[in-house]
Each structure stands twice: as C-alpha cells, then as structure tokens.
C-alpha cells in the first residue's frame, strides 16, 4: 500500500508538471496556438477528475402498511436527476458512484466540477450510513447521517426522505410532510414520495391534500405495494370525511342474519367495567365507549336508545377491556357475542374491546381515535349489524388507516334505522332456525365469530 501511494503520487505531480509546462509554453506562442495549449492543459486536468472521481446517490424506499407492526423496505430505483443505480446492498452499503449528466456541466472549470463531486461523494457516504442505521432501528442516529448529507447537498431528494422516514418513526409527521415535500420538489412522480406525502396528510387530517397525493401515488404506480392502502383512503376520504355517500348497507349487514333488540327492551342498559390495572388502559377509553354509545343513539333517530348502570347484573349490554389480544383473536382489536332468542330477538350482548397496548406506532391521540372507531364497530354488532363491503362504513370488517378515522356516517345511520324499522317475518330469519337450535339458543364464543364478526386488523 505504501508503495502505491508513493507511485500515485508521484503521477499526479508528473501530470501536474506537465501540464504547468505546457501553459507556461502557450506565453510564447503566437495567439493562434495559445488558446489550443490551454485547452489542452485544462482538457488532460477535467478527464483525470472525471474519471477518478464519480459517484451516485444510493438509497431505500420506506413502505407503509397500515396495520403491519413494521415499515417494509423495497429497492432503490431511479434517482431524480441522477443515473439510474442498482438495487441498494444492506451488507455493504454500497451504491454505485455519482457522474454528472451529459452537457449538464461543460461551463464548470475543472476545480468546481471536482468540489461539486467531493461535496456530493461525502453526501453519499452520509447518506448511505443513514440507511443502514435506519435498517438497524437506530433512529436518531440515521438523522444525524441524513442532515449531515443534506450540509454537503441541500437538494439531495434521497436525504429529505430519510429524513421523512425517521420523522414519521418518532410521529412528527409535519416535519416528515416537509422533508418529503423536498424530495417531491427533485422527483414529483416517485411513487414512494407521494405515497409518504399522503399518509403524512392523512395523519395530519389535512383530507383534501391526501387524496391529491393517493391519487397522484395510483397514478404513478397503479399495482404497486401501497395501491390497495391508497384506494381505500381516497374512498373514504370522499365518502366519509369530505363528504357522506347515500343509501344504506342493510342487506350486506343482515346477509347471514336478522336480529335485533325489541322496543320494549329500550333504553338497553349497558354496564363498562374498568380495570386500572390492565396493561395500555386509560379511563379515557370508558369516556370514547359512552360518547360511541351516544352517537350510535342519535344516529337511529330514536329507534334506539341507552342507560348506563353501574350494576352487571343488571345490564342487556355489558362490556369490558383485555390487554391480552390472543382472548379476541390472532389480529382482532375488538369481539361482540349475542345471546339471541325466538330465533331474531337480541337478549343480552357482551363487547371485549382490545387495549392497544402494543401500538408504539401511534400517538396518545391517535390511540384514543383508534378506540373510538373500534367501540363503534363492535356496538354496530351488538345492535344487529354484521358487516359492510365498504371500506367507508363503519361495519367494515378492517379498521381504517391511521388518521382516518370517521365517525358514523348517513350510510350508518341510515342502516341502523332501516334495521329497527324493517318489520320482520319468519322468512327473514328461517335460515338461522338449525344453529339456533330450532329458533332459541346461545351463540358459543366460535358461533359469534361467524355471524356477528370481528373489528380489524391493528
């Protein structure tokens, strides 16, 4: 090694002499073969930099399924304003080098291209260590690698998006929507941007500029990884929270069966238990599950109503939190079980509603919306109402992405109150006589899996 550094170092004070030479030379010629001296001079210095000296921004794209308890990563792809590079390595950190594009440099003299290089070479190696501290969960320390790259390239897109990534990792997601609106501003049709703008926008509440930038996110990648996450925002966005779709769901709510509570059962009385001592609980939940109950009863226009007592043994409806999520299921965050008898008539329900004690991934507030849309999910079924086929309603059977989280909707309201108003004969519920036992039964904890259903995956 010692060796080829005395041998490099060496050629480059040769080429160096060399061409000092031959500028000193061009003084004396006539002014016709001056200018041919110097351009030959400064033309051997650009082709040494150039071709010693060339890197390329590597980095990894951050992919956000909602629900899942980690980011997915997939390859690094085409880098705004740069050559196309390879798929980025974790076990090296290896990309392959910067170069300059065609024509995009011919007025730089050769020192300013050769400090634009230095400059975007140490960019990169920052760069490159930000992305294989954030693979190793280092947060903090992948945006120090991240913000220094950005001290040598400002508008380094890939730097901004690192950036984002651990920003939305610590939930500071107005400081993520402004990094990645940087990379947006080097790249404005790279799907991963615009999928990470929109679920910045969507966790902001700002629904107007999350549909722009889910439709934008299809538009650039109609099949990719996130396609399915960003359809079902844009739906329920435009029908939940910007605006109510019409009609009703009654028939997809009662297609494996009819049951409802009686008038004369009304107010139902409904018993919460606390438990302070229950791992991720917080009397605010108590409060979400009575303002759920509340909603649920304006929403039926009277049809029905409630009574809160603090007595079970009293209570139609009685319901309750665990902390261990295997007692609802292997994803559930919420159960309801039925006692129904005369084959369509409910006599008592039971809700069990998840903690969320594993969701590091959400804020305090973001946890309590979680609950609230879960709490009114699982009322929905102890009211009657199985589950819907639109990712807008309320009974669909998957929990909606984090931000948005809607309230009843007219669609849910016009449902329940189509349920309570439907007169119902024996044709209605005749299919649900043989599990009943001849038209009276209990459900077993299975048998109320099937008909009335879960809420959704976390």
């Not at 033309?43 to 930099?49: F, K, M, Q, T, W």
């Not at 594009?101 to 260590?129: F, G, H, M, W, Y």
């Not at 990792?169 to 929109?198: I, N, T």
């Not at 990884?225 to 960003?230: K, L, M, P, R, Y």
Request: contains cysteine.
């Amino acid at each position: 090694m010692a060796k080829m550094a005395f041998f490099e170092k060496l050629f480059w004070r040769s080429l160096g002499s060399l061409c000092l030479s031959i500028m000193t030379l061009t003084v004396s010629m006539p002014p016709a073969h001056a200018s041919y001296g110097l351009s030959l001079g400064l033309g051997i210095v650009r082709v040494a930099v150039s071709s010693t000296r060339t890197y390329q921004y590597g980095r990894r794209y951050g992919r956000f399924n909602y629900g899942a308890t980690s980011n997915q990563y997939g390859n690094a792809g085409d880098c705004s304003g740069y050559q196309s590079s390879p798929a980025y390595d974790l076990s090296t950190g290896a990309c392959a080098p910067f170069q300059f594009q065609q024509n995009s440099n011919e007025n730089l003299d050769a020192r300013s291209r050769s400090a634009i290089v230095k400059r975007r070479n140490l960019a990169v190696t920052a760069c490159n260590k930000g992305n294989r501290l954030w693979e190793q969960h280092e947060a903090d320390r992948a945006q120090k690698e991240f913000s220094e790259a950005l001290k040598y390239d400002p508008d380094m897109p890939e730097a901004h998006y690192g950036l984002a990534l651990v920003y939305m990792d610590k939930l500071a997601y107005a400081e993520c929507l402004a990094e990645v609106e940087q990379s947006l501003a080097k790249d404005k049709k790279d799907a991963d941007y615009l999928f990470m703008a929109g679920h910045a926008c969507a966790r902001l509440h700002k629904y107007s500029e999350a549909r722009r930038y889910f439709k934008r996110y299809l538009t650039a990648s109609a099949n990719g990884v996130n396609a399915d996450i960003a359809r079902e925002s844009v739906a329920i966005i435009e029908n939940s929270l910007l605006d109510n779709a019409e009609g009703d769901y009654l028939s997809d709510a009662t297609n494996t069966r009819l049951a409802r509570w009686e008038s004369s059962q009304m107010p139902l009385k409904v018993f919460i238990k606390e438990d302070d001592t229950m791992d991720g609980y917080t009397s605010e939940y108590k409060t979400v599950l009575k303002e759920a109950f509340e909603q649920w009863q304006s929403a039926s226009r009277g049809k029905v109503s409630f009574e809160f007592t603090d007595k079970a043994e009293n209570a139609q409806i009685t319901c309750g939190w665990t902390d261990d999520q295997s007692k609802l299921g292997s994803q559930e965050l919420g159960l309801t079980g039925t006692t129904i008898i005369d084959s369509h008539r409910i006599e008592a329900a039971n809700i069990q509603l998840f903690t969320l004690c594993d969701r590091k991934d959400v804020t305090a507030e973001e946890r309590i919306a979680k609950m609230k849309e879960v709490s009114l999910h699982e009322i929905g079924h102890a009211l009657g109402l199985g589950h819907s086929q639109q990712v807008y309603d309320i009974m669909y059977f998957r929990t909606c992405p984090e931000g948005l989280e809607f309230p009843l909707t007219e669609r849910d309201s016009n449902t329940v109150v189509a349920l309570y108003s439907k007169q119902i004969r024996m044709s209605d519920t005749s299919a649900m006589e043989t599990d009943l036992n001849a038209g009276r039964g209990k459900w077993s904890s299975s048998l109320a899996e099937v008909q009335m259903g879960q809420s959704g995956n976390p």
